[in-house]
Structure formats: C-alpha cells, structure tokens
C-alpha cells in the first residue's frame, strides 16, 4: 500500500494506482477506503475512456460495497462492469450472491445460472446456487447442487458443511451429517460454526459426551460464546 501512496503523489491523476491500492484495501477488508480509491479510478477512468480499466474497477468497487453490506450497490456496480463486458462471468457470480444476501433467490439464481453458462468452472457456482435454492424453500434441488458443488471441488469445507446443514435439517440423518462436519473440520480447522453443528447432531443423535466435547472446542475457538 505504501508504494501506492507514493505513486499517487507522484501522480495524482494515475486511474491506475488508486485502482491498486483499492485493490489492496480491499484485500485486507478496509472496504470504505477501497471504495473511496475506486471512485477517484472511476473519475479518472472516465477521462481517458478504458473500458477495460472501468469494468474490473466497477467490479471492485462492488465486492468492497458487498463488504460493507451494501448489497444494492454492490448490484448496481455489477450491473455497471456487465453492462461494459456482456461476458465476464465472474461479475454474474458476484452479483449473484449479493442478490442472495439481499434476498433476492430468483435473481441470484438466474445470475449464478449465467455465470455457468458462460464459465463453468468458476469455484463455488452450485454452491451458492444451492444456499439461494434452499432459502426460497426448494431443498431437494439444493442437496443436487450440493452434491454437484462437491464433486466439483471436494476441498470445499463450505459445500461440506452446507451439506451437513441439509443432511441435518431435511433428512434427520444425523449420522450423516455428523460426516459432513467433520469433513469439513478436516478441511478448515479454525471454522467454529462445523464444530457447534457436529454437536447439534451428536446431542441430536444421543452422543451426549461428543456433544459437549465439540461445543468445548466451539467455545475454544470463540471464548465470547461463553457468556
């Protein structure tokens, strides 16, 4: 970020360099300040008439907003970098999931659906697409496109423990779920939320002792529960 800053004094009208040190905002979660260097991008872009430049930075700018929970801009500056690159897959992902987040299923769906079309092997496609099918009440599609997410990426401790959610929630397969957990605890360690699920279905399916072990190891790794 230093560089950056130099580089903006140098030369204060350089897109280019507040698109990087955006970039580098955003990277480390400062979304307002990422947000503020792409709206000095996007001035100065506007000038010289990079379409290219404008739609990544668009699309920054929107996975900052998305950051700060503003999902409807976040929607809009999607909208902005499709508008510029009818193409760009990744723009459709993202924008679907700020869709989901706002609610919006249908959308997020029809989003995620093109972001297929146009590049199937963007990461966590069906994913998301199962998490927007099972908030708007379709389960049984959303456990396929679980399954689908994991063939695709088995190293996915999120597809995992989505799964083991389904699993828990809709089949009552306890033990199942259970697996799924600790799949996922295999692959993410760190991730609470398996931990305290995993005991869910322990309590859910009498294993009374695994329960409170895995609600220790939840505490353990979020101390502020404990209160």
Known sequence: ISDFNKAI????NSAEAYTNRGNSLNA?????????????AIELSSFSINKQHLEKTYFNRAYAKH????????????KKSIDINPNYAKAFKFRGISKLEKGDYKGAQEDLNMAMKLNPNLKNLYLY???SKERSGNSRDALKDINKSIKLNPNSYEAYLNRGVYKHKYLEDYKAAIEDYTKAIALNPSIESAYFNRAIS?????????AIEDLDKTIQRNPLLSG
Do not use: M, T, W
């Open 9 to 12: 004094v140098l030369n204060p």
């Open 28 to 40: 480390i979660g400062k979304y307002f300040e990422a947000i503020n260097d792409f709206n000095n």
């Open 67 to 78: 950051g700060v929970k503003d999902f409807e801009g976040a929607i809009k500056d999607y």
């Open 129 to 131: 697409r199962a998490i």
């Open 202 to 210: 322990k309590f859910s399916s009498k294993n009374y002792k695994g």
